[in-house]
């Protein structure tokens, strides 16, 4: 049984930071490895968007809204992906989804619960 399952969302003030961190689990990584894990979010009445994402080869990807702000960081081999977030503004405001992908001879996809990420001005 695969999970996902996110950690340290929370309340900052504008100008602040916090910290993301994602575990996945499940013999479907231990089988076929995983390719990629990523960060997206959905705010209120909005649909869900990409923030980063980061491959097991370490490439990175990053929304343009974070670029400059967020990192995305990981260890794949260990089905752990983390993402700082600084200079957080109200706009960041979000529940904040960690995703996996493994390939299966198609991309099987992986999704937590999600962590509440509230940023007052």
């Known amino acids: 049984q695969v999970q996902v399952v996110e950690s340290g969302g929370g309340l900052v003030q504008a100008g602040g930071s916090l910290r993301l961190s994602c575990a996945a689990s499940g013999s479907i990584f231990s089988i076929y490895g995983m390719y990629a894990m990523g960060w997206y979010r959905q705010a209120p009445g909005k649909q869900r968007e990409l923030v980063a994402v980061i491959t097991s080869g370490g490439t990175t990807n990053y929304a343009a809204s974070v670029k400059g702000r967020f990192t995305i960081s990981g260890d794949l081999a260990a089905n752990t992906v983390y993402l700082q977030m600084n200079s957080l503004k109200p706009e960041d405001t979000a529940v904040y989804y960690c995703?996996?992908?493994?390939?299966?001879?198609?991309?099987?996809?992986?999704w937590g619960q999600g962590t509440q990420v509230t940023v007052s001005s």
């Open positions: 995703n996996a992908e493994t390939i299966v001879v198609v991309t099987e996809t992986y």
